[in-house]
């Protein structure tokens, strides 16, 4: 099966430590996207990549960073200097051209304490 | 972005009727508008998406209607089913750039 994989599903780190999320995909898409959902909102844009070794940054990407060194994989590393990380995390990807038509792995409830 | 409020839009339905979920959008230069599901715990998913220069389009059971003079999308779902309980999202796309996604209602359907 084809698919978007994150793991884990619940995260749980003290404060002032970094922390990475894994996203993986079988689908062979190049386009890869990192988003932040919080309670009862919408989706907002922390990082993109369209390409292998290349990446963008999106609406709120102070205090994440990510690397796309393979095309199946594009981690997101929380950091410290992170005000607010506690918050659901969905990877997404897509093929070129179709940014519109994303699909979603099944997210990360990250909870920093 | 725009701030939003913790409460979302919640629009309740009889099992068997019809609904109709609105979106308003922001960029008259958009090329796609797209609607989304996303069941609770679990990551959107892709429903139906329409080209700005059409103003319906059709799918299994939904319609996607546009209207670029008040900048209005809609998304209706025929004999709504339990399953179909879920928040729903509007997008929109310039081609070469990211989605914008919308604020999000929450369907609920009455058995």
């Known amino acids: 099966d084809g698919g978007i994989t994150q793991s884990p599903k619940y995260l749980f780190r003290k404060e002032g430590q970094n922390v990475t999320l894994s996203c993986e995909q079988n689908l062979n898409h190049d386009a890869m996207y990192w988003y932040r959902q919080d309670p009862g909102q919408g989706l907002r844009l922390i990082y993109y990549s369209q390409i292998v070794n290349d990446f963008q940054k999106g609406d709120i990407a102070e205090g994440y960073s990510v690397s796309r060194e393979k095309k199946e994989s594009f981690p997101l590393t929380v950091t410290s200097a992170q005000k607010n990380p506690t918050a659901f995390y969905l990877c997404?990807?897509?093929?070129?051209?179709?940014?519109?038509?994303?699909?979603f792995g099944p997210g990360t409830r990250l909870t920093v304490t | 972005g725009e701030s939003v409020g913790l409460h979302l839009p919640t629009l309740s339905v009889q099992e068997g009727d019809n609904s109709i979920i609105n979106c308003a959008y922001s960029n008259s230069a958009s090329d796609y508008f797209i609607w989304y599901k996303q069941e609770s715990g679990k990551g959107p998913q892709f429903i139906i998406d329409i080209r700005s220069n059409m103003d319906k389009r059709q799918g299994q059971r939904v319609t996607v209607l546009l209207n670029k003079t008040v900048k209005h999308l809609s998304l209706q779902i025929a004999a709504t089913q339990p399953g179909d309980s879920a928040v729903y999202f509007c997008a929109e796309n310039i081609r070469g750039t990211p989605l914008v996604f919308g604020k999000g209602t929450r369907l609920s359907v009455i058995a």
């Open positions: 997404a990807s897509s093929v070129p051209g179709r940014a519109y038509e994303q699909y």
